[in-house]
């Protein structure tokens, strides 16, 4: 009787949640690296990252008292940082590129763009210019996905990508948001972000068979 | 005429590739859909395209799963954050 009493005590014991410990004394040892590298491939810079990792712990070490141990140490960190990062998108969304970024990147502004790629007068208005219709790109696309030249390729011609676009592009992809919180978050309405969302998707599209097919 | 009708019921190359963006975005509607299946059917360069956005996105997601995990936090930095946490627990 006594056992099957315990045995019940302790069941009840384990579905209290467990509370997760804070030890910001070893949170550089042991999420400094994870929080860089998913950092890392968000922003254009190291520089950025490291700062924006930097800034996370600034404010978890501030605001610690409100970890309350729901969810992990790492998780809320992690959250934080997110938080971080789309801050960071929305406060470059109108920074002009610098010069060495300007002169590395085939930005166009305006309706150049789209007037290079489709006709723009005729009978054909709207289709594709022949000299800048896609060309075919193979059969073995997948083998690209586990080659790390082709994801430094990709992730050159994202960098390449004017501010906004590469915000929204950002968003979409590497955090997982959806439109609408996209919309709110960089003050753009809806027809703004599929505009971006499509030149976004022809420039990468030309970048990459620019900078890694042609190879 | 025949330009408006071609207009009402083919998809233009910027209009169609136009859909082929936003689809990851949001949902298309059933007459967008339907002509934009047309378009492809008689179009090869969005073809083309419709496949290459595809393997874009998922080469999006794999690049924002890579872990880079040959970069570390530089040694410096991890000191100088270090220090701050120390002083300031």
């Avoid at chain 2, 083919?10 to 082929?20: D, E, R, W, Y």
Wanted: proline residues 3%.
């Amino acid at each position: 009787m006594i056992t099957i009493n315990r045995r019940i005590f302790n069941m009840a014991e384990n579905t209290q949640p467990a509370k997760h410990p804070c030890n910001p004394e070893s949170w550089v040892e042991n999420y400094g690296d994870s929080l860089y590298r998913y950092t890392l491939v968000r922003v254009n810079k190291p520089e950025e990252a490291e700062d924006l990792v930097q800034e996370t712990f600034f404010a978890a070490l501030k605001n610690k008292n409100s970890f309350r141990g729901d969810s992990s140490e790492k998780t809320w960190l992690f959250n934080i940082l997110k938080n971080k990062i789309i801050d960071h998108y929305r406060k470059n969304k109108n920074k002009p590129l610098t010069a060495s970024e300007l002169s590395a990147s085939e930005t166009e502004e305006g309706d150049g763009f789209m007037e290079r790629l489709f006709k723009n007068q005729g009978f054909m208005e709207g289709h594709w210019n022949a000299d800048n219709r896609p060309g075919k790109w193979g059969q073995n696309l997948n083998d690209a996905l586990e080659n790390n030249e082709f994801l430094t390729i990709l992730k050159a011609c994202i960098k390449h990508l004017p501010q906004m676009a590469s915000a929204v592009f950002r968003m979409k992809y590497f955090m997982e948001e959806d439109s609408r919180f996209i919309c709110k978050e960089l003050d753009i309405t809806p027809s703004n972000l599929w505009v971006l969302a499509h030149r976004s998707k022809l420039q990468i599209r030309e970048c990459l068979e620019k900078n890694w097919m042609d190879k | 005429m025949l330009k408006k009708m071609m207009n009402t019921l083919m998809l233009t190359c910027s209009k169609a590739t136009q859909l082929i963006s936003v689809k990851a975005y949001r949902k298309l509607s059933v007459s967008e859909k339907v002509r934009l299946r047309l378009h492809l059917l008689t179009c090869s360069a969005c073809k083309a395209f419709n496949l290459q956005s595809t393997f874009i996105d998922k080469a999006l997601e794999k690049l924002g799963a890579h872990a880079a995990h040959h970069h570390h936090l530089p040694e410096e930095r991890k000191a100088s954050i270090q220090n701050h946490i120390t002083k300031n627990l």
